[in-house]
Nanobody, 117 residues
Framework: QVQLVESGGGLVQAGGSLRLSCAASGTIFSRSAMGWYRQAPGKQRELVATIASGGSQNYADSVKGRFTISRDNAKNTMYLQMDSLKPEDTAVYYC???????????WGQGTQVTVSS
């Protein structure tokens, strides 16, 4: 059974930083494309950033230059470094893993990020 556990969310003032982590259980991490998504109240879940198993990255325009996604395959962990945070970044952030071999798609439980103005 695959489990994704996010951590690192919290309350921060605008302009501040947070670092989210996503720890994956099982053996899928190294063969999975990983990503962060977020969902604000009353809005649909949206892509924040993705990182391929080989390390190539993709970002939503709204976070380019402020957020950095990374992964440590040895630790089965993905990170999202969030700098220059804005109130509009307030959302529940979810970790996602897409198993490219067995085609599974997995989600974490989410972690709340709140940015005050």
């Amino acid at each position: 059974q695959v489990q994704l556990v996010e951590s690192g969310g919290g309350l921060v003032q605008a302009g501040g930083s947070l670092r989210l982590s996503c720890a994956a259980s099982g053996t899928i991490f190294s063969r999975s494309a990983m990503g962060w998504y977020r969902q604000a109240p009353g809005k649909q879940r949206e892509l924040v950033a993705t990182i391929a198993s080989g390390g190539s990255q993709n970002y939503a325009d709204s976070v380019k230059g402020r957020f950095t996604i990374s992964r440590d395959n040895a630790k089965n962990t993905m990170y999202l470094q969030m700098d220059s945070l804005k109130p509009e970044d307030t959302a529940v952030y979810y970790c996602n893993a897409r198993d490219l071999v067995y085609l599974g798609n997995y989600w974490g439980q989410g972690t709340q990020v709140t940015v005050s103005s």
